[in-house]
């Protein structure tokens, strides 16, 4: 079963890869049809195909290309058979001319929709940028990196949130997941970032960041209307990175445990107290509370939101992240997230669900590699 899924998946990539070619093999397979046939037997669909195919296929030098060969091809077979001048013949030309003509208007429709679209990714691609800013490389001793994936295909951004920034508290981290989508979850993204951004440079704490966050997130609820605002909610990691100590601090609101991973072993952080996400701080006062986590050098903290652990494969099976972390160094945080997201997608088979927004640091190692290696005795 699983060779034969391959097979298939082989022939899928070689056909799309010679797509190109599929115009002239509808005029040749045409012509010979038409030749090796009745007189009365008609190969326009053929002739019809072709210049159609070329169309959405190709530029609008081989549709008009396409359009003159059937046009010639028609004519020469309706010539061969006696058949150019009743009123048969001239109606399967006329036809054929016809449809040469709209292809070449459906090619540049086609241009003019593919340019406009590539103008909404780059307009898409700078409002990532300006709500999620990509954060520096490194800073101080930590190397750090991101990767967003949104589920909807070709969009750029979607209910997911990341951010990092040093401070004088140290480089401070979030990584969030808006309840709902579109352009309000969009919204959500840019109030969240903006609040966290000012906070995380003024507030002494990680408690007051959230509060802060809090606040934010419920004055934009109360401006708007809808039972979306109304129950809207973000789940939310916090982070802390003091600048000469061997550990980080976290505040998690009701999201993911963060993974610490070190020398082939992976630690699930887990809150000491669990928490309600941001925005409903209104249904219980006072809850906040920051665990205090050891993060030694060569160490690598990984923040994600749930569009990795809930995806799933044909058989229904949740993404574990921690069994292909587990027993293997990466080099870097940037290998890290590259293999998360291929091992995902492999599991997957590509069909992501929800977004996925992956943000990892690594405190620099004594000494660097060149590659993942695996150890035998990694523990999860």
Known sequence: MRTSSAGRATLGRWCLRHLHFLPVLLLVGGALFDYATSPHVSAEAFYTAAPMTAAALLSLRATILAGIGACAADVALLTHFGLIGDSGGWSELAAVVTVSALAIVVNRLMHYSYARMQSARRIALAAQRAVLPQPPASIGPLRIAVRYQAAVKDAQIGGDLYGAQDTPYGVRCLVGDVRGKGLDA??????????FREAAEEEPTLVGVAARLERALLRERRQRTGPEHIEGFVTAVLVEIPHRHDQLRLLNRGHPAPLVLHAGRVHTAEPSVPALPLGLAELGAGQDRTDTVPFPSGATLLLYTDGLNEARNRA??????????????????????????????????????????LLAIT???PSSDHGPRRHTHGER
């Open 316 to 357: 229904g099976d949740f993404f574990d992240p921690t069994a292909g972390l587990t027993g293997v160094e990466f080099p870097g945080p940037d290998a890290l997230l590259d293999a998360l997201l291929s091992e995902v997608n492999r599991h997957s088979a590509g069909r992501i669900t929800d977004d996925m927004a």
């Open 186 to 195: 969009v919204k959500v993204v840019a109030v969240a970032m903006g609040a």
């Open 363 to 365: 405190r620099t190692p």
